[in-house]
């Protein structure tokens, strides 16, 4: 138990985790022929599966802690003009004002 008598989330999941796994073991304990290339290997489904999820989580950490490439901004060459916003439009005078109403 936890501090304060309270159990966290993390550890109700882990046991719920672990009787699942439990279960399914118990369940799928008759073996298959796995064949790769030239070799074949009996192996339980358990375990098939099980080694599976190890490699798929190992691999989805893999890919977590490779640092992202971000694009950089194309680089503006010495002489080349930054692309330009269009002009602002002038404010129009009271003058001009009422020559276009």
């Known amino acids: 138990m936890a501090k304060g008598g309270l159990v966290k989330v993390r550890d109700v999941v882990a046991v719920l985790v672990t009787a699942f796994v439990v279960v ?8 298959v022929d796995v064949q790769v290339l030239p070799w074949r290997v009996g192996v339980s489904v358990a375990i098939l599966v099980l080694a599976s999820f190890l490699a798929g989580l190992v691999i ?12 950089s901004p194309p680089a503006v060459e010495e002489g080349d003009a930054p692309a330009a916003l269009p002009p602002a439009e002038e404010e129009i005078s009271g003058e001009d004002a009422g020559e276009q109403a």
Not at 62 to 71: K, N
């Open 24 to 31: 399914f073991v118990v369940q799928n304990l008759h073996v």
């Open 60 to 71: 989805g950490r893999i890919a977590t802690l490779l640092p992202t490439r971000r694009r």
